[in-house]
């Protein structure tokens, strides 16, 4: 399958900081991207959809103004978590699909941060 | 929005097979994904369905009955390293997933 890198893999960082996350395709173009947020024993949660070259699509009850997401080119986006608290602490996962209609949709590794 | 509904836990013995069902009520529908997801890690594809029947691969297969909204996972042969949580995945026709709340499964010696 294809690989999505997703950078860092975790992090740690003080309440009130950005901390911003990378998830690339390395051998496709990603014209989709998608970020899901997950806490302890919940299932994944869809943040947001982003499409290369336009704005992100937020899902309801995620702030567009707090988590800033970015999808300049078909191999990244990233995600900025603005003024982190520590209810933001969870695990975020990125996921990409390719220009050639794939029906699956591959994952990166996820960032686990931690707001402190 | 999508409504998917799935175990909580199940625990199995090495060798033994499990079924791990998934039932769902949504707006749309264009397609069921499993994933096996261990503790800390992303999720990694193990099948897709859109049309109703059963998809075979390896030791897993998955059924599927679109006018039920209803498909399983079957785990035949179970190992050791079997034991993660199991992911039902709805994808509506914007390519969205939307995702159960995960099957832990355990399998015991």
């Known amino acids: 399958g294809a690989v999505v890198s997703q950078h860092p893999s975790w992090v740690i960082c003080k309440s009130g900081t950005s901390v911003k996350i990378e998830c690339r395709s390395l051998d496709f173009q990603a014209t989709t991207m998608f970020w899901y947020r997950q806490f302890p024993k919940q299932s994944l949660m869809l943040m947001a959809t982003s499409n290369e070259g336009s704005k992100a699509t937020y899902e309801q009850g995620v702030e567009k103004d707090k988590f800033l997401i970015n999808h300049a080119s078909l191999t990244l986006s990233t995600l900025t978590v603005t003024s982190a608290h520590p209810e933001d602490s969870s695990f975020y996962i990125c996921?990409?699909?390719?220009?050639?209609?794939?029906?699956?949709?591959?994952f990166g590794q996820g960032t686990r941060l931690t707001v402190v | 929005g999508q409504n998917i509904d799935q175990p909580t836990e199940m625990t199995a013995t090495e060798g033994a097979i499990v079924q791990i069902n998934c039932t769902y009520q949504t707006s749309g529908f264009n397609g069921l994904f499993w994933y096996q997801q261990h503790a800390g890690e992303a999720p990694t594809f193990l099948s897709y369905n859109v049309l109703d029947g059963l998809e075979e691969k390896g030791r897993f297969s998955s059924f599927l009955s679109r006018s039920k909204g209803y498909s399983y996972l079957l785990l035949k042969e179970l190992q050791m390293k079997d034991s993660a949580s199991y992911l039902c995945a709805v994808k509506d026709g914007d390519y969205k997933l939307s995702f159960g709340a995960g099957t832990t499964v355990t399998v015991r010696a």
């Open positions: 996921s990409a699909r390719g220009t050639g209609g794939e029906t699956e949709a591959f």
